[in-house]
Structure formats: C-alpha cells, structure tokens
C-alpha cells in the first residue's frame, strides 16, 4: 500500500512539474511574441513618420529629378548654398505655384515662381533664408521683374520682358527655376527606419511610357532637425544606384 501510495506522489510531482514546464513554455512564447510585435509596431511607426516627414518636406518629389543613373553619391543634393540644387528642389516643390517663361532664343520653357512664396517656402523646409548668389553668371535670371505681370491668365512671358530686380525690395519679384518638362517619374520607399536625425532606406523610382515601366533602385540617407513641432532639412545623399534600369512590359 504505501509503495502505491509513493507512485502516486511520483505520478503528481512529475505530472506538477511538467504543467510548471509547460506555462513556462507557454508564458515565454507569449512574451517573445509580444516583444516582436513591440519591435514591429515600433518599425511601423519609425516608417510611417520617416514617410510623413520625406513627404512633408517634398524630398519625395525631388528625388523624382535627381534619382537616376548619373547621380553623384554620397552628395549633399540639398546644399542650400547651391542655388541650382535649389531651382531644381523648388521646380519638384508641388506647394509653389508655378508659371512659365520663354527663352527668347530658343523654344525652351522655363519655370518660375514669385520670391514671396519661394522665401516662405525655403524657410519652412530649411529653416533659414535662401540665398540668392547665382552658381555662375546668371544676370537678370536668378531673381527678377516683369512689368505688368498678371496672374492667372495665359499671357506669353518670354526672357526680353523682364528686367532686373532691386534688390532691397524683392516682394514684387521672382526666381527663376530649370527648364520645365514633364517628369513621368514615381518613387517608392522601403526599408525605412529613423537614426537620431536621420532616415535611411531604400528608393525605387519608376519610369513609364507607353506599355513599358523601367525601374531603378538604390538607398538614400536623409538629415533633418526638428523645430518645435516642424521638422526642417539639412541633408539628403544616394549612398548606392544599380547598374541599370529594369524593364517591366506593362500589357
């Protein structure tokens, strides 16, 4: 009797400390799972703010101009001391309205903006006021005025009709941007994640015509500062570019 007995106390410890096992399986599978899903939900939120921050300050749609096979890596392709990085960012900006002006020697159209909305515009993404100093001599074509401009209408403005700006008073003046086309380019970002100031990923920008969708990949890295609630550019370099486009037959 008391040997069946000991067999039965054996049977409960054992039984006992296999169901101790088992939560403790169970508990460490819960808790893993729920600190993978911490470090996902935390990804999502570092790509979900990386995407509002690219977009907000219009870095999406810059890269449509300058990501390409020739780009230079691991340059500043913000340099705000640069006034052609910065006709390039303004002509990509969707916030700036735009009008278009004619080479008088050619048939090249060229866009340009009122300098009211080009300063505002530079101070909210850069913090700071542009500078106007031409990359090279530019005459009249970097910041100036236009007699009897009208707005919203359909009048031909070519380079004979404007004349130069004083430069103690650019309110009623504008700034001349790059050639103006049609960019049939898209970007896409993945692999987002936020370091201190500064998001990294990848980029892939889409090209179409017609029935054929031709794509390049690479990876980007983006600084920026954060103003109260704003955030503001510093920095925006491709640190890698494939070799060549991919094609994608679209039927």
């Not at 941007?177 to 049939?184: C, I, M």
């Amino acid at each position: 009797m008391k040997k069946k007995k000991l067999n039965i106390l054996v049977l409960i410890f054992v039984a006992v400390g296999l169901f101790l096992m088992l939560f403790g399986v169970i508990i460490n599978i819960i808790e893993n799972s729920k600190k993978n899903s911490d470090i996902d939900d935390n990804n999502n939120r570092d790509e979900e703010l990386a995407i509002v921050i690219l977009e907000d300050l219009e870095i999406d749609n810059y890269l449509k101009y300058v990501f390409n096979l020739n780009v230079e890596l691991d340059k500043n392709l913000l340099d705000v001391g640069t006034l052609a990085d910065m006709q390039m960012f303004f002509q990509a900006n969707d916030n700036l309205e735009k009008y278009k002006i004619k080479a008088y020697d050619t048939d090249v159209m060229y866009g340009f903006v009122k300098y009211s909305d080009y300063l505002a515009e530079h101070q909210r993404v850069f913090g700071i006021d542009p500078d106007m100093t031409p990359d090279y001599d530019m005459a009249a074509s970097v910041v100036f005025s236009i007699p009897n401009f009208l707005e919203n209408t359909n009048q031909e403005i070519t380079t004979n009709d404007v004349r130069v700006c004083d430069k103690d008073s650019y309110d009623n003046c504008f700034v001349m941007l790059v050639p103006d086309y049609d960019n049939n380019t898209g970007i896409k970002f993945s692999a987002l994640s936020i370091d201190d100031k500064k998001i990294s990923g990848n980029i892939r920008a889409t090209v179409t015509t017609e029935n054929l969708e031709s794509y390049l990949d690479g990876s980007f890295e983006f600084e920026f500062e954060k103003q109260g609630n704003d955030y503001i550019a510093k920095s925006l370099k491709i640190v890698s570019v494939a070799d060549s486009y991919n094609s994608v037959d679209r039927k």
